[in-house]
Protein backbone atom coordinates (compact mmCIF):
# COMPACT_ATOMS: atom_id res chain seq x y z
CA UNK A 1 0.00 0.00 0.00
CA UNK A 2 3.19 2.50 0.63
CA UNK A 3 4.63 1.74 -2.93
CA UNK A 4 0.92 2.32 -4.45
CA UNK A 5 0.74 5.55 -2.52
CA UNK A 6 3.77 7.15 -3.22
CA UNK A 7 3.36 7.43 -6.98
CA UNK A 8 1.20 9.62 -9.11
CA UNK A 9 -0.89 8.42 -11.69
CA UNK A 10 1.71 8.98 -14.69
CA UNK A 11 4.11 6.84 -12.36
CA UNK A 12 1.66 4.01 -12.17
CA UNK A 13 0.73 3.78 -15.43
CA UNK A 14 4.56 3.68 -16.17
CA UNK A 15 5.25 0.68 -13.88
CA UNK A 16 1.49 -1.26 -16.12
CA UNK A 17 3.34 -0.19 -19.09
CA UNK A 18 6.78 -1.43 -17.99
CA UNK A 19 4.82 -4.80 -16.72
CA UNK A 20 6.01 -4.28 -13.36
CA UNK A 21 2.29 -4.34 -11.99
CA UNK A 22 -0.26 -5.50 -13.62
CA UNK A 23 -3.99 -3.13 -13.73
CA UNK A 24 -5.53 -5.68 -11.60
CA UNK A 25 -2.88 -5.26 -8.80
CA UNK A 26 -3.62 -1.31 -9.01
CA UNK A 27 -7.32 -1.71 -8.43
CA UNK A 28 -6.32 -4.00 -5.81
CA UNK A 29 -4.82 -1.38 -4.08
CA UNK A 30 -6.70 0.89 -4.07
CA UNK A 31 -9.94 -0.97 -2.61
CA UNK A 32 -8.02 -1.91 -0.42
CA UNK A 33 -7.36 1.68 0.29
CA UNK A 34 -10.90 2.61 0.13
CA UNK A 35 -12.40 0.42 2.28
CA UNK A 36 -9.75 1.01 5.29
CA UNK A 37 -10.50 4.80 5.00
CA UNK A 38 -13.81 5.15 3.10
CA UNK A 39 -15.68 4.54 7.21
CA UNK A 40 -13.76 7.85 8.23
CA UNK A 41 -14.33 9.84 4.97
CA UNK A 42 -18.09 8.97 3.13
CA UNK A 43 -16.17 10.09 0.31
CA UNK A 44 -17.30 6.93 -2.93
CA UNK A 45 -21.25 7.11 -3.01
CA UNK A 46 -21.54 4.52 -4.86
CA UNK A 47 -18.81 1.68 -5.26
CA UNK A 48 -18.38 -0.43 -8.89
CA UNK A 49 -16.02 -2.68 -8.04
CA UNK A 50 -17.11 -5.21 -9.84
CA UNK A 51 -17.13 -3.54 -12.99
CA UNK A 52 -14.02 -2.34 -12.33
CA UNK A 53 -12.11 -5.58 -12.09
CA UNK A 54 -13.85 -6.42 -15.17
CA UNK A 55 -11.85 -3.61 -16.86
CA UNK A 56 -8.80 -4.30 -15.24
CA UNK A 57 -8.85 -7.67 -17.09
CA UNK A 58 -8.77 -6.60 -20.42
CA UNK A 59 -6.03 -5.34 -22.49
CA UNK A 60 -6.28 -1.58 -21.92
CA UNK A 61 -3.72 1.27 -23.87
CA UNK A 62 -3.73 5.02 -23.35
CA UNK A 63 -1.30 7.12 -21.11
CA UNK A 64 -3.17 6.05 -17.95
CA UNK A 65 -4.03 2.37 -19.18
CA UNK A 66 -4.50 0.64 -15.35
CA UNK A 67 -4.67 3.34 -13.34
CA UNK A 68 -7.63 3.57 -11.03
CA UNK A 69 -10.32 6.40 -11.24
CA UNK A 70 -13.22 7.51 -9.57
CA UNK A 71 -15.80 10.36 -11.69
CA UNK A 72 -17.73 12.72 -9.59
CA UNK A 73 -21.57 11.73 -9.26
CA UNK A 74 -22.24 15.02 -10.67
CA UNK A 75 -22.55 15.07 -14.89
CA UNK A 76 -19.67 12.48 -15.94
CA UNK A 77 -22.24 10.21 -16.77
CA UNK A 78 -21.24 6.23 -16.44
CA UNK A 79 -24.21 4.34 -18.87
CA UNK A 80 -26.23 2.12 -17.18
CA UNK A 81 -25.12 3.39 -13.92
CA UNK A 82 -27.32 5.96 -11.73
CA UNK A 83 -26.19 9.53 -11.62
CA UNK A 84 -27.71 11.23 -8.80
CA UNK A 85 -25.95 13.96 -8.52
CA UNK A 86 -25.93 14.10 -4.42
CA UNK A 87 -29.94 14.28 -3.99
CA UNK A 88 -32.81 11.85 -3.33
CA UNK A 89 -34.74 13.30 -6.25
CA UNK A 90 -32.30 10.77 -8.79
CA UNK A 91 -31.26 7.89 -6.92
CA UNK A 92 -32.65 6.25 -9.13
CA UNK A 93 -31.78 8.08 -12.74
CA UNK A 94 -29.69 5.77 -14.93
CA UNK A 95 -27.14 7.54 -17.36
CA UNK A 96 -28.58 6.75 -20.63
CA UNK A 97 -24.61 6.91 -22.12
CA UNK A 98 -21.21 7.66 -21.33
CA UNK A 99 -20.19 11.07 -21.60
CA UNK A 100 -17.54 12.68 -23.45
CA UNK A 101 -15.76 13.29 -20.56
CA UNK A 102 -15.97 9.35 -19.34
CA UNK A 103 -15.54 7.98 -22.96
CA UNK A 104 -12.30 9.54 -23.25
CA UNK A 105 -11.57 8.40 -19.43
CA UNK A 106 -11.45 5.07 -20.72
CA UNK A 107 -10.22 5.73 -23.87
CA UNK A 108 -7.12 6.65 -21.88
CA UNK A 109 -7.21 3.61 -20.00
CA UNK A 110 -7.87 4.68 -17.02
CA UNK A 111 -9.87 2.19 -14.63
CA UNK A 112 -13.46 3.49 -13.45
CA UNK A 113 -14.45 1.81 -10.06
CA UNK A 114 -17.18 4.21 -8.25
CA UNK A 115 -18.20 7.44 -8.19
CA UNK A 116 -17.40 10.39 -5.46
CA UNK A 117 -19.77 12.48 -3.37
CA UNK A 118 -21.06 15.80 -4.25
CA UNK A 119 -23.31 18.16 -2.21
CA UNK A 120 -26.92 18.07 -3.94
CA UNK A 121 -26.61 19.56 -7.30
CA UNK A 122 -23.06 20.55 -6.63
CA UNK A 123 -24.26 23.47 -5.22
CA UNK A 124 -21.96 24.51 -2.15
CA UNK A 125 -18.29 24.98 -1.59
CA UNK A 126 -19.05 21.70 1.15
CA UNK A 127 -19.93 17.94 0.77
CA UNK A 128 -22.65 17.37 3.31
CA UNK A 129 -25.46 16.30 1.62
CA UNK A 130 -28.68 14.74 3.40
CA UNK A 131 -29.05 11.69 1.03
CA UNK A 132 -25.92 10.33 1.70
CA UNK A 133 -24.02 12.28 4.65
CA UNK A 134 -21.19 14.75 4.95
CA UNK A 135 -17.90 13.89 3.60
CA UNK A 136 -15.03 14.46 6.02
CA UNK A 137 -11.39 15.70 4.98
CA UNK A 138 -8.62 13.27 5.40
CA UNK A 139 -6.09 15.84 6.47
CA UNK A 140 -8.00 16.22 9.00
CA UNK A 141 -12.00 14.56 10.00
CA UNK A 142 -13.23 17.23 11.90
CA UNK A 143 -13.23 19.68 9.11
CA UNK A 144 -15.24 19.97 5.59
CA UNK A 145 -12.74 18.26 1.82
CA UNK A 146 -14.88 21.39 0.38
CA UNK A 147 -17.38 21.36 -2.97
CA UNK A 148 -18.58 20.98 -4.81
CA UNK A 149 -15.74 18.02 -5.70
CA UNK A 150 -15.29 17.59 -1.89
CA UNK A 151 -15.18 13.62 -2.39
CA UNK A 152 -13.26 13.75 -4.94
CA UNK A 153 -10.78 15.65 -3.12
CA UNK A 154 -10.85 13.60 -0.12
CA UNK A 155 -10.21 10.16 -2.11
CA UNK A 156 -6.94 11.69 -3.51
CA UNK A 157 -5.87 13.51 -0.53
CA UNK A 158 -6.29 10.37 0.96
CA UNK A 159 -4.53 8.18 -1.60
CA UNK A 160 -7.20 5.48 -2.80
CA UNK A 161 -6.81 7.12 -6.14
CA UNK A 162 -3.68 9.49 -7.73
CA UNK A 163 -6.67 11.58 -9.53
CA UNK A 164 -10.16 11.82 -9.58
CA UNK A 165 -12.82 13.33 -11.66
CA UNK A 166 -14.10 16.77 -10.60
CA UNK A 167 -16.18 19.83 -12.24
CA UNK A 168 -15.70 23.69 -11.59
CA UNK A 169 -18.86 26.05 -12.12
CA UNK A 170 -18.19 28.47 -9.18
CA UNK A 171 -15.10 27.00 -7.49
CA UNK A 172 -15.27 23.42 -7.23
CA UNK A 173 -12.28 22.07 -8.27
CA UNK A 174 -9.97 25.10 -6.76
CA UNK A 175 -12.00 25.04 -3.40
CA UNK A 176 -10.92 20.94 -2.45
CA UNK A 177 -7.56 21.74 -4.12
CA UNK A 178 -6.82 24.40 -1.51
CA UNK A 179 -8.83 22.87 1.51
CA UNK A 180 -7.18 19.39 0.56
CA UNK A 181 -3.65 20.42 0.15
CA UNK A 182 -3.92 19.31 -3.76
CA UNK A 183 -3.39 20.77 -7.27
CA UNK A 184 -6.46 21.60 -8.88
CA UNK A 185 -6.90 23.58 -12.87
CA UNK A 186 -9.92 24.78 -13.62
CA UNK A 187 -9.75 24.57 -17.61
CA UNK A 188 -10.75 27.27 -20.08
CA UNK A 189 -14.66 27.29 -21.07
CA UNK A 190 -15.14 24.67 -23.38
CA UNK A 191 -11.72 23.23 -23.38
CA UNK A 192 -13.73 19.82 -22.29
CA UNK A 193 -16.85 18.98 -23.74
CA UNK A 194 -19.71 18.80 -21.78
CA UNK A 195 -21.26 15.96 -23.77
CA UNK A 196 -23.60 14.73 -25.15
CA UNK A 197 -26.26 16.03 -22.60
CA UNK A 198 -25.53 19.71 -22.60
CA UNK A 199 -23.26 21.81 -24.94
CA UNK A 200 -22.25 23.96 -21.91
CA UNK A 201 -22.77 23.69 -18.35
CA UNK A 202 -24.11 26.29 -16.11
CA UNK A 203 -24.08 28.66 -19.29
CA UNK A 204 -20.63 28.16 -20.02
CA UNK A 205 -19.53 29.23 -16.19
CA UNK A 206 -18.39 24.82 -15.44
CA UNK A 207 -15.39 23.25 -16.69
CA UNK A 208 -14.93 19.52 -16.15
CA UNK A 209 -11.69 18.32 -15.23
CA UNK A 210 -9.69 16.45 -12.29
CA UNK A 211 -7.97 16.96 -9.28
CA UNK A 212 -4.33 15.68 -8.51
CA UNK A 213 -1.34 15.75 -6.64
CA UNK A 214 1.16 16.45 -9.08
CA UNK A 215 1.13 18.78 -12.10
CA UNK A 216 2.50 16.33 -14.66
CA UNK A 217 -1.09 14.34 -13.64
CA UNK A 218 -3.25 17.18 -14.51
CA UNK A 219 -1.33 18.40 -17.89
CA UNK A 220 -1.62 14.69 -19.29
CA UNK A 221 -4.84 14.24 -17.90
CA UNK A 222 -5.86 17.75 -19.86
CA UNK A 223 -4.33 16.69 -23.28
CA UNK A 224 -6.53 13.44 -22.94
CA UNK A 225 -9.80 15.20 -22.16
CA UNK A 226 -9.21 18.58 -24.14
CA UNK A 227 -11.27 18.97 -27.54
CA UNK A 228 -14.59 19.42 -28.98
CA UNK A 229 -17.13 16.15 -29.32
CA UNK A 230 -19.55 16.52 -32.55
CA UNK A 231 -22.37 18.60 -32.05
CA UNK A 232 -20.17 21.15 -29.38
CA UNK A 233 -20.44 24.73 -29.61
CA UNK A 234 -16.95 26.01 -29.60
CA UNK A 235 -13.92 24.45 -30.83
CA UNK A 236 -10.92 26.12 -28.86
CA UNK A 237 -7.68 25.68 -30.91
CA UNK A 238 -4.93 23.35 -29.28
CA UNK A 239 -1.26 24.29 -28.96
CA UNK A 240 1.03 23.02 -31.45
CA UNK A 241 2.65 21.35 -27.71
CA UNK A 242 0.75 18.94 -25.36
CA UNK A 243 0.07 20.59 -22.24
CA UNK A 244 2.31 17.78 -20.73
CA UNK A 245 5.36 19.48 -22.98
CA UNK A 246 4.15 22.92 -22.28
CA UNK A 247 4.40 22.13 -18.16
CA UNK A 248 7.86 20.76 -18.89
CA UNK A 249 9.39 23.84 -20.13
CA UNK A 250 10.17 26.89 -18.03
CA UNK A 251 7.55 29.69 -18.16
CA UNK A 252 10.18 32.31 -18.81
CA UNK A 253 9.86 35.90 -16.99
CA UNK A 254 5.91 36.98 -16.26
CA UNK A 255 4.80 39.80 -15.11
CA UNK A 256 1.96 38.83 -12.48
CA UNK A 257 -0.62 40.78 -10.78
CA UNK A 258 -1.63 40.20 -7.11
CA UNK A 259 -4.49 40.67 -4.93
CA UNK A 260 -5.63 39.82 -1.32
CA UNK A 261 -8.75 41.89 -1.07
CA UNK A 262 -11.84 40.19 -1.20
CA UNK A 263 -13.51 41.36 -4.01
CA UNK A 264 -17.41 41.32 -2.43
CA UNK A 265 -15.54 43.17 0.67
CA UNK A 266 -15.75 41.04 3.47
CA UNK A 267 -12.93 39.24 6.02
CA UNK A 268 -9.87 37.09 4.52
CA UNK A 269 -8.38 35.32 7.35
CA UNK A 270 -4.51 37.14 7.53
CA UNK A 271 -3.16 33.84 6.72
CA UNK A 272 -4.55 33.85 3.13
CA UNK A 273 -3.07 36.63 2.76
CA UNK A 274 0.70 35.63 3.84
CA UNK A 275 0.39 32.86 1.76
CA UNK A 276 -0.08 35.11 -1.20
CA UNK A 277 2.58 38.00 -0.45
CA UNK A 278 4.86 34.91 0.13
CA UNK A 279 3.89 33.69 -2.81
CA UNK A 280 4.91 37.20 -4.40
CA UNK A 281 8.27 37.20 -2.76
CA UNK A 282 8.85 33.20 -3.97
CA UNK A 283 8.05 34.60 -7.12
CA UNK A 284 10.24 37.35 -7.23
CA UNK A 285 13.35 35.37 -6.82
CA UNK A 286 12.51 33.20 -9.16
CA UNK A 287 12.82 36.36 -11.93
CA UNK A 288 9.52 37.16 -12.60
CA UNK A 289 7.51 40.92 -12.07
CA UNK A 290 5.26 41.05 -9.18
CA UNK A 291 2.83 44.17 -8.87
CA UNK A 292 0.00 44.64 -6.50
CA UNK A 293 -2.89 45.48 -8.74
CA UNK A 294 -6.51 44.31 -9.31
CA UNK A 295 -8.68 44.41 -12.52
CA UNK A 296 -11.24 46.90 -12.84
CA UNK A 297 -14.12 44.77 -11.72
CA UNK A 298 -17.04 45.26 -9.27
CA UNK A 299 -16.94 42.31 -7.30
CA UNK A 300 -20.43 42.64 -5.41
CA UNK A 301 -21.76 43.49 -9.32
CA UNK A 302 -20.04 40.09 -10.28
CA UNK A 303 -21.41 38.10 -6.96
CA UNK A 304 -25.04 39.13 -7.94
CA UNK A 305 -24.63 38.13 -11.32
CA UNK A 306 -23.17 34.65 -10.54
CA UNK A 307 -25.97 34.02 -7.65
CA UNK A 308 -28.91 34.87 -10.58
CA UNK A 309 -27.23 32.17 -12.89
CA UNK A 310 -26.96 29.88 -9.79
CA UNK A 311 -30.56 30.38 -8.81
CA UNK A 312 -31.98 29.90 -12.41
CA UNK A 313 -29.71 26.94 -12.42
CA UNK A 314 -31.17 25.20 -9.23
CA UNK A 315 -34.99 25.61 -10.62
CA UNK A 316 -34.19 24.31 -14.28
CA UNK A 317 -32.51 21.05 -11.87
CA UNK A 318 -35.69 20.83 -9.88
CA UNK A 319 -38.23 21.05 -12.88
CA UNK A 320 -35.74 18.05 -14.77
CA UNK A 321 -35.98 16.30 -11.62
CA UNK A 322 -40.09 16.34 -11.65
CA UNK A 323 -40.53 15.40 -14.97
CA UNK A 324 -38.36 12.11 -13.96
CA UNK A 325 -41.04 11.70 -11.45
CA UNK A 326 -39.42 13.53 -8.18
CA UNK A 327 -41.09 14.75 -5.16
CA UNK A 328 -40.83 17.79 -3.67
CA UNK A 329 -40.02 16.49 -0.15
CA UNK A 330 -36.99 14.57 -2.14
CA UNK A 331 -35.01 17.86 -2.30
CA UNK A 332 -33.10 19.48 0.40
CA UNK A 333 -34.82 22.41 2.11
CA UNK A 334 -31.72 24.83 0.71
CA UNK A 335 -32.72 23.79 -2.64
CA UNK A 336 -36.06 24.11 -2.67
CA UNK A 337 -35.56 27.61 -1.28
CA UNK A 338 -32.78 28.41 -3.79
CA UNK A 339 -35.19 26.99 -6.30
CA UNK A 340 -38.02 29.20 -5.49
CA UNK A 341 -36.22 32.39 -5.94
CA UNK A 342 -34.97 30.98 -9.34
CA UNK A 343 -38.44 30.52 -10.71
CA UNK A 344 -39.41 34.10 -9.23
CA UNK A 345 -36.77 35.47 -11.47
CA UNK A 346 -38.28 36.91 -14.90
CA UNK A 347 -36.32 36.22 -18.07
CA UNK A 348 -35.81 39.73 -18.76
CA UNK A 349 -33.97 39.79 -15.11
CA UNK A 350 -31.83 36.62 -15.91
CA UNK A 351 -31.10 37.30 -19.27
CA UNK A 352 -29.75 41.13 -17.74
CA UNK A 353 -27.57 39.54 -15.15
CA UNK A 354 -26.31 37.06 -18.21
CA UNK A 355 -25.14 40.03 -19.87
CA UNK A 356 -23.29 41.52 -17.51
CA UNK A 357 -20.33 38.81 -18.20
CA UNK A 358 -19.23 40.47 -21.26
CA UNK A 359 -18.29 43.54 -19.37
CA UNK A 360 -16.67 41.42 -16.68
CA UNK A 361 -14.76 39.42 -19.52
CA UNK A 362 -13.90 42.39 -21.32
CA UNK A 363 -12.58 44.03 -17.76
CA UNK A 364 -10.16 40.73 -16.91
CA UNK A 365 -9.16 41.33 -20.41
CA UNK A 366 -7.89 44.82 -20.29
CA UNK A 367 -6.07 43.82 -17.40
CA UNK A 368 -4.14 41.04 -18.70
CA UNK A 369 -2.87 43.17 -21.81
CA UNK A 370 -0.44 44.57 -18.77
CA UNK A 371 -0.11 40.74 -16.82
CA UNK A 372 0.33 37.82 -17.96
CA UNK A 373 -1.24 36.13 -14.52
CA UNK A 374 -3.53 37.30 -11.74
CA UNK A 375 -2.60 35.95 -7.96
CA UNK A 376 -4.78 35.92 -5.34
CA UNK A 377 -5.77 33.57 -2.93
CA UNK A 378 -8.03 30.43 -3.32
CA UNK A 379 -10.13 31.01 -0.22
CA UNK A 380 -10.75 33.59 2.12
CA UNK A 381 -10.74 31.03 5.23
CA UNK A 382 -9.16 27.38 5.61
CA UNK A 383 -11.68 24.38 5.63
CA UNK A 384 -14.20 24.89 8.02
CA UNK A 385 -15.54 22.12 10.21
CA UNK A 386 -18.31 19.92 8.93
CA UNK A 387 -21.68 21.33 10.02
CA UNK A 388 -20.09 24.75 10.16
CA UNK A 389 -22.09 26.41 7.12
CA UNK A 390 -25.08 24.29 7.49
CA UNK A 391 -28.00 26.77 7.67
CA UNK A 392 -29.15 28.02 10.73
CA UNK A 393 -32.45 26.35 12.57
CA UNK A 394 -34.01 29.22 12.99
CA UNK A 395 -33.69 30.26 9.26
CA UNK A 396 -34.52 26.71 8.33
CA UNK A 397 -37.98 27.54 10.25
CA UNK A 398 -38.33 30.62 8.32
CA UNK A 399 -37.94 29.49 5.22
CA UNK A 400 -40.52 26.94 5.87
CA UNK A 401 -43.46 29.23 5.82
CA UNK A 402 -42.05 31.23 2.91
CA UNK A 403 -42.37 27.99 0.34
CA UNK A 404 -45.69 27.17 2.00
CA UNK A 405 -46.70 30.93 0.30
CA UNK A 406 -44.43 30.47 -2.80
CA UNK A 407 -42.86 34.04 -1.72
CA UNK A 408 -40.14 34.15 -3.88
CA UNK A 409 -41.42 37.40 -5.93
CA UNK A 410 -41.67 38.77 -2.59
CA UNK A 411 -38.39 37.48 -0.95
CA UNK A 412 -36.08 39.15 -4.19
CA UNK A 413 -37.98 42.19 -3.62
CA UNK A 414 -37.04 42.77 0.26
CA UNK A 415 -33.28 43.21 -0.42
CA UNK A 416 -32.35 40.00 1.07
CA UNK A 417 -31.40 38.60 -1.69
CA UNK A 418 -27.82 41.19 -2.07
CA UNK A 419 -27.71 39.76 1.72
CA UNK A 420 -27.65 36.06 0.33
CA UNK A 421 -24.71 36.69 -1.99
CA UNK A 422 -22.52 37.84 0.66
CA UNK A 423 -23.08 35.24 3.19
CA UNK A 424 -22.75 32.55 0.70
CA UNK A 425 -19.92 33.63 -0.91
CA UNK A 426 -17.99 35.06 2.10
CA UNK A 427 -15.87 32.08 2.50
CA UNK A 428 -14.96 31.53 -0.56
CA UNK A 429 -15.18 35.04 -2.98
CA UNK A 430 -12.18 34.72 -5.00
CA UNK A 431 -13.26 31.73 -7.54
CA UNK A 432 -16.41 33.18 -9.74
CA UNK A 433 -14.60 35.39 -11.68
CA UNK A 434 -12.88 33.15 -13.09
CA UNK A 435 -16.29 31.23 -13.99
CA UNK A 436 -18.12 33.92 -15.42
CA UNK A 437 -15.24 34.97 -17.75
CA UNK A 438 -14.57 31.85 -18.72
CA UNK A 439 -10.91 31.90 -18.37
CA UNK A 440 -8.72 29.18 -17.06
CA UNK A 441 -7.54 29.00 -13.20
CA UNK A 442 -5.53 27.00 -10.61
CA UNK A 443 -4.77 26.48 -7.11
CA UNK A 444 -1.65 25.71 -5.69
CA UNK A 445 -0.90 24.08 -2.48
CA UNK A 446 1.87 26.42 -1.13
CA UNK A 447 1.04 27.01 2.38
CA UNK A 448 -0.31 25.73 5.59
CA UNK A 449 -1.99 26.98 8.62
CA UNK A 450 -0.78 27.46 12.28
CA UNK A 451 -3.50 24.89 12.80
CA UNK A 452 -1.75 22.35 10.15
CA UNK A 453 -5.01 22.61 7.74
CA UNK A 454 -3.78 23.27 3.62
CA UNK A 455 -3.71 26.39 2.34
CA UNK A 456 -4.32 27.52 -1.46
CA UNK A 457 -2.90 30.08 -3.96
CA UNK A 458 -4.69 30.91 -6.90
CA UNK A 459 -3.58 31.75 -10.31
CA UNK A 460 -6.06 33.00 -13.35
CA UNK A 461 -4.89 33.10 -17.01
CA UNK A 462 -6.00 34.47 -20.04
CA UNK A 463 -8.84 32.64 -21.90
CA UNK A 464 -6.84 29.47 -23.85
CA UNK A 465 -4.07 29.62 -21.75
CA UNK A 466 -3.65 26.65 -19.76
CA UNK A 467 0.13 25.72 -20.80
CA UNK A 468 0.94 29.16 -18.85
CA UNK A 469 -0.51 27.96 -15.83
CA UNK A 470 0.58 24.45 -15.73
CA UNK A 471 4.25 25.48 -16.79
CA UNK A 472 4.14 28.12 -13.38
CA UNK A 473 3.15 25.17 -11.65
CA UNK A 474 5.64 22.80 -12.85
CA UNK A 475 8.14 25.59 -11.94
CA UNK A 476 6.38 26.43 -8.34
CA UNK A 477 5.95 22.51 -7.57
CA UNK A 478 9.41 22.09 -5.50
CA UNK A 479 7.28 24.64 -3.02
CA UNK A 480 3.83 22.42 -2.97
CA UNK A 481 2.93 21.77 0.75
CA UNK A 482 0.58 18.78 -0.09
CA UNK A 483 -1.69 17.35 2.30
CA UNK A 484 -0.98 14.96 4.58
CA UNK A 485 -3.60 12.24 5.39
CA UNK A 486 -4.46 11.39 8.78
CA UNK A 487 -5.75 8.32 8.24
Not at 28 to 40: L, Q, T, Y
Not at 46 to 74: E, I, T, W
Not at 310 to 324: E, H, S, T
Not at 361 to 382: H, K, M, N, V
Request: net charge neutral.
Amino acid sequence: MKDYMQYDATGLAELVQRKQVSAAELLDAAIARADAVEPKLNAIVQRLDADGRKAAAQPASGPFAGVPFLLKDYGQELGGVPNRCGSAALHNHIAAQDSSYVTRCKQAGLVIFGRTATPEFALKGITEPEAYGATRNPINTAHTPGGSSGGAAAVVASGIVPMAGASDGGGSIRIPAAYCGLFGLRPSRGRVSCGPSAGEGWEGASSEHVLTRSVRDSAAMLDVLSGAASGDPFHIALSALSFAEQARRAPGRLRIGFSTRSPIGTEVDPEMAAAVRRTAQQLEALGHHLEEAEPAIDGIALAKSFFTMYLGQVAANQRACRALGAREDQFELDTRALGLLGDALSAGEYVSERRKWNGYARALGEYFTRFDLYLLPSTAYTAPKIGQLATPALQRMAIKPILALGLGKALLKSGQVDKMVRDNLRVTPFTQLSNLTGTPSMSCPLATSGSGMPIGVQFVAPFGEEGRLLSLAAQLEPQFQLGQSSI
